[in-house]
């Protein structure tokens, strides 16, 4: 499940950067200074974002599976890396800010690692297709916690991060 639900959260977020391109190109920018078209490589980044994502529902395989844990462990890695820089953006959304914080690097990171689990399992790395194939009716659940689990993960990331920083306070600096 780990595996679809982060094919699920590729393919949401990098649509949504498709559209609005402007957090990733400014977070390209900031690793690449020098890059000249920015906006283009972010919607290039996005589509192939969205193509993992959805081969990893619609086919799925071990390849698949790995694939997208590399995916995860590169925004894991990028977004721990932000959060050291004291970006206000990780731009890992297109049209909500969310700042980088351990919280959200943990998040990829986990998902990096179930995906990466997904293909040691025989089972693990099959697309959602198949799942629905081969249980019919009975994967409705499935398909339910799979849903859940990737709204609730984009929620964190667009809500939930956003808000915690808005209202967070640094104690060291309340007792001065």
Same mark, same amino acid.
């Given at each position: 499940?780990?595996?679809?639900?982060?094919?699920?959260?590729?393919?949401?977020?990098?649509?949504?950067?498709?559209?609005?391109?402007?957090?990733?190109?400014?977070?390209?920018?900031?690793?690449?200074?020098?890059?000249?078209?920015?906006?283009?490589?972010?919607?290039?980044?996005?589509?192939?974002?969205?193509?993992?994502?959805?081969?990893?529902?619609?086919?799925?395989?071990?390849?698949?599976?790995?694939?997208?844990?590399?995916?995860?462990?590169?925004?894991?890695?990028?977004?721990?890396?932000?959060?050291?820089?004291?970006?206000?953006? *990780?731009? *890992?959304?297109?049209?909500?800010?969310?700042?980088?914080?351990?919280?959200?690097?943990?998040?990829?990171?986990?998902?990096?690692?179930? *995906?990466?689990?997904?293909?040691?399992?025989?089972?693990?790395?099959?697309?959602?297709?198949?799942?629905?194939?081969?249980?019919?009716?009975?994967?409705?659940?499935?398909?339910?916690?799979?849903?859940?689990?990737?709204?609730?993960?984009?929620?964190?990331?667009?809500?939930?991060?956003?808000?915690?920083?808005?209202?967070?306070?640094?104690?060291?600096?309340?007792?001065?």
């Amino acid at each position: 499940m780990t595996f679809h639900a982060g094919a699920a959260v590729l393919v949401a977020a990098g649509y949504d950067k498709a559209r609005r391109p402007a957090a990733t190109a400014a977070m390209l920018l900031r690793w690449i200074p020098s890059l000249r078209r920015p906006q283009a490589m972010a919607r290039l980044l996005s589509v192939g974002e969205v193509a993992l994502g959805l081969a990893g529902l619609v086919v799925g395989s071990r390849w698949l599976a790995l694939a997208a844990g590399a995916a995860f462990a590169v925004f894991a890695v990028q977004v721990e890396a932000l959060r050291r820089q004291h970006a206000t953006d *990780c731009g *890992c959304l297109g049209s909500a800010s969310s700042p980088p914080d351990r919280l959200h690097a943990g998040m990829n990171a986990l998902f990096a690692l179930g *995906c990466v689990g997904a293909a040691a399992l025989p089972a693990g790395s099959a697309s959602a297709v198949s799942v629905v194939e081969d249980e019919g009716l009975m994967s409705v659940p499935y398909l339910v916690g799979l849903l859940t689990v990737a709204l609730l993960v984009l929620a964190t990331l667009a809500v939930a991060i956003p808000t915690r920083h808005a209202i967070s306070f640094n104690p060291d600096r309340e007792a001065r």
